[in-house]
């Protein structure tokens, strides 16, 4: 189907802002946080927002719009953050309060997308774009709907390549269904109260892709995000972004567009913005791996500790009362920590087994980064005698050489080979990345020193360990040690392909699968732990709530809400790590689910 086969869609049935009007509402943003999956959440936004505490960041700005609105903006921090992807079916067929709602959006403690402080940082969580993925417009509405008084805009995932999205058939595997993506923007403009916005990646051919997005405009989207990398292109075969094409969606429409793709650094966001003319830079990866990247090199703190952003997301986390999942707080440390990790062994697994549950908390993660601190101290100090600063980006690599206690990007290795773009029509000369670009400039990243070969064994097809002594995989590294003992070799195989022969390999191979089975064991513990947690905090966020709702109703009008009514948050809040220990989980599980059966039963009442 082609644009002019498309029916423009009818008026909204809401007065509400469009394109560059809805932009300047709020607060013209450049800078931006991308939505990430179980990454960016309400902790990891308001790190995101202000990454330094307020005695090194400096004096915080604020920002009047157009309509009166003031935005707050902290120095180094993002202008505008996303919600990671929603599953819009599951969080429209879950129960309010449920794990498929408040897991996805909490909706029960009033944090996400408020607008007054949280966690000590002005300006809350605005502004705020949510982000759904969904292929069936009446559900993604629904989801949509309950969502539109906590956010500015609602967007719609057209670029996620995953394998998942390709099993659910959402994300980028609808850029070929223009009528059904047709109907998921025109439905979300015409009755939500908030505008749509979408985020796609590029077509393989160039005319479609500037097709497509004129498509999406003329559908009712308001702002529009080009991940300048093709479906195809993830995993190894990543590559470079192309800024070119995505200058070129630009120009072909006329509401204002993000550019995603090729952020590292700082100065890559001033790049980025010059080549593609793009009225923002959204940036995923780079913001993981240093959550202060916007702050300028003009800035006595460019390039902060590790350290320092690692505690101040923990501060984060343990004061606000909408839960944190324990996978983000793991996965947000290793990332920020990840060059000192890489040098201890010892450490990163100290990280791999601590948990937000029983047992753990938020203390045991920030008595890592204290052991940390200690071992970066001498070089740290010795920096900051020599008055150290953080040198210019290399015009060889691209790449800007840094010490292991600074926050620096991940720099992936990329095949040599790969193509901007992912086809020759967008690396020809024509379209080809501008000179002194990223896209141009940066050199890839060296591949990895250390891959083992395949396995020797004739059709395995699996990989060798490069500690093994014979050179082979697991597999037969077993078989092997099993037939010197004595058993015969078809006997050692039949084994060996059900799971046995297990400790007949040798050391460096058995020692591997030792620790794999200990990790997976912990992150089983882990996640049944987690399960447990979330369930008394839910609970606790319920009869909280239903306490303030009696105290209003019981309470003479205009009186002041009394202080017991939070009484379950405060108790959480003073615990610092969402739990106490000694409590009797099978009756919190038994109490959860009768409270949410008597839910159920009262809905199905009404």
Known sequence: MTLSELPP????????????????????PKWVIAPMVDQSELAWRLLSRAPLPEDLAGPS????????????????GAHLCYTPMIHAKVFVNSRDGGRGSDGQFNLTCGEEGSDQPLAGIEGGDRPLIVQFCANDPEILLAAAKRVEKHCDAVDINF????GIARRGNY?????????????????????????????FRLHPDPARTLAYAKMMEAAGAQILTCHGRTREQKGQNTGLADWEMIRRVKEAVKIPVFANG?????????????????????????????PALFIPPSHPHFHPPITLLANRYLDIVSSLSTPTANSAVKSHLF?????????????????????LGPGGGIETFREIVREIEEKLKPEMDKAKADGWTPPPIDAATGYRALPIWAAQPLIRPIPVSSEVGGNEELVNEELGAAPGTVSSSRAPSPPPTNTAPP???????????????????LLHCRIRGAVSGGTTEPEATSQAKTGGLVGKGCEA??????????????????RQEGKRVMKAMRLDAKRAKKAEQAQAQARPHGQGEPQEARKGLERMESSGVRTTRGVDWDKVEEAVDAEEEAIANAAAGN
């Open 262 to 290: 090729n952020i590292l650094y700082a100065e890559d966001v001033d790049r980025c913005l010059e080549v593609t003319g793009c009225d923002g830079v959204m940036t995923a990866e780079g913001n993981l791996s240093n």
């Open 159 to 162: 670029g996620c390549p995953q």
């Open 455 to 473: 396995c020797p064994i004739a059709s395995c097809g699996s990989m060798s360990a490069i500690r093994c002594p014979h050179g082979l995989c």
């Open 509 to 526: 191979h058995e020692g591997k699968a030792r620790a794999r089975t200990e990790r997976m064991a912990e992150k089983r513990k882990n």
């Open 335 to 355: 990332r920020i920590l990840k060059p000192a990790l890489d040098t201890d062994e010892t450490l990163r697994n100290k990280v791999g087994r601590c948990t």
């Open 9 to 28: 869609p009818p008026a909204p049935k809401h007065a509400k802002l469009g394109g560059y009007d809805f932009y300047r509402s709020i607060g013209s």
């Open 171 to 199: 994300g980028s595997f609808l850029q070929d269904d223009w009528e059904l993506i047709h109907r998921l923007i025109s439905t979300l403009h015409v009755n939500l109260s908030v505008p749509v916005t979408a985020k």
């Open 61 to 76: 700005t604020s920002v009047t719009t157009p309509q009166g609105r003031t935005i707050i903006r902290h120095p180094g």
